[in-house]
T-cell receptor
Framework: DSGVTQTPKHLITATGQRVTLRCSPR?????VYWYQQSLDQGLQFLIQ???????AKGNILERFSAQQFPDLHSELNLSSLELGDSALYFC??????????FGPGTRLTVL | GQNIDQPTEMTATEGAIVQINCTYQTSGFNGLFWYQQHAGEAPTFLSYNVLDGLEEKGRFSSFLSRSKGYSYLLLKELQMKDSASYLCAVRESHSNYQLIWGAGTKLIIKP
């Protein structure tokens, strides 16, 4: 158990819909990272937050957005969902530039 | 530019030794990580190298040569549970310490 929690574990929805994925980092970690991993693909970095502020942006679509709240939990919002958005979404946390520890992921299926 | 190369797939026999290579081209190198990822699960941290040399951790060892842009992960006494993908990631100091991820090496262990 990495100490990072993510909810929900599974999510099934339809094209055009909007979903919110939630992540709670390890106690004391200020950084949260979001990744997308499509079937049999590598990890694609989406975005990083540090203590509530956006720190880095990767290959995140405009339909996707994220935020980190004062209690340091983070949410990833995916809207106007397409079939190709079906993937595993991982959250990771770290203390500053330290090792990233991953949550169990949310498996999103768009039908 | 940034680039990380790993073999796509490797096969090895239970009880044997396997070496998974990772070569990288990046600026502002600030460390190299190895993660293990079983299918459908989260990546888990294995090792971190920032100085040249070998780091040993039980059955797993990781080696780094910064001048050659090269690392390897050595797995000894292979067990069936070692069947997984192994991800190499390089941390860059000039981009907010972001991790640049390789595509991963799928390791198949045969009895």
């Amino acid at each position: 158990d990495s100490g990072v929690t993510q909810t929900p574990k599974h999510l099934i929805t339809a094209t055009g819909q909007r979903v919110t994925l939630r992540c709670s980092p390890r106690s004391g970690d200020l950084s949260v990272y979001w990744y997308q991993q499509s079937l049999d693909q590598g990890l694609q970095f989406l975005i990083q937050y540090y203590n509530g502020e956006e720190r880095a942006k990767g290959n995140i679509l405009e339909r996707f957005s994220a935020q980190q709240f004062p209690d340091l939990h983070s949410e990833l919002n995916l809207s106007s969902l397409e079939l190709g958005d079906s993937a595993l979404y991982f959250c990771a946390s770290s203390s500053d530039s330290d090792t990233q520890y991953f949550g169990p992921g949310t498996r999103l299926t768009v039908l | 530019g940034q680039n990380i190369d790993q073999p796509t797939e490797m096969t090895a026999t239970e009880g044997a030794i396997v070496q998974i290579n990772c070569t990288y081209q990046t600026s502002g190198f600030n460390g190299l990580f190895w993660y293990q990822q079983h299918a459908g699960e989260a990546p888990t941290f294995l090792s971190y190298n920032v100085l040249d040399g070998l780091e040993e951790k039980g059955r797993f060892s990781s080696f780094l040569s910064r001048s050659k842009g090269y690392s390897y992960l050595l797995l000894k006494e292979l067990q069936m549970k070692d069947s997984a993908s192994y991800l190499c990631a390089v941390r860059e100091s000039h981009s907010n310490y972001q991790l640049i991820w390789g595509a991963g090496t799928k390791l198949i262990i045969k009895p």
